[in-house]
């Protein structure tokens, strides 16, 4: 592996940098999936919602004391700024909540795209070098002008490689981040709609 990369020529080491980027990356953003999965709740969230809907706004504050899921701490900013602007408040919030989910995705996205560059640039240089030493030693030394067109292929390789292997995770990240942004999309609504309905009431 280690005479592999060698002979991939001097661009393998950015194409080194951009698989370590992208895996710590992929490392990263799997741990914090993890965690936010770990601390959604979602049945203490339809307790929730249920005590919203009787106005006890007192008994939600004791219910959600604590709580780590991240709608809740939405519905609760909601909650505190209902005499304001309760939509405008839970939009902040989630709009914060959406950031830390989608954080580094761009850095995911940036590999994805310079790896497969970086691995056509490493083709042109083999190429040149092939020429290269085919008009300084013929067709006399066919393995000097073999040596190049490796080298070639190998940075082609890895950068596709690199890049495959990157935009699995970054799509199945990108997925999770939009069913969340949906999670919290309905249950906010269903807040504002309790809410309007508790003041039409009053």
Known sequence: MWELFLSGGPVMLPLLACSVVALTVVIERSVFWVVLKRRSNTALLNEVM??????????????????????????????????????????????????RMRRFMGVLDTMITVAPLLGIFGTVIGIIQSFEALGA???????????????????????LGIAILSVIPYNFFDSLSEQAALRIEKYATSLEIVYEKLVGTA
Not at 69 to 97: C, N, P, W
Not at 137 to 159: E, S
């Open 137 to 159: 030693t013929g067709i006399d030394r066919p393995v000097a002008v073999t040596a190049g067109i490796a080298q070639a292929l190998i940075t082609t390789a890895a950068g």
């Open 50 to 99: 249920a005590l919203c809907e009787s106005g006890d706004w007192e008994a939600v504050r004791l219910k959600t004391t604590g709580a780590r899921d991240y709608v809740i701490k939405i519905i609760i900013t909601g909650i505190l700024h209902r005499e304001f602007s309760m939509t405008k408040a839970m939009e902040s919030a989630a709009a914060d909540q959406v950031r």
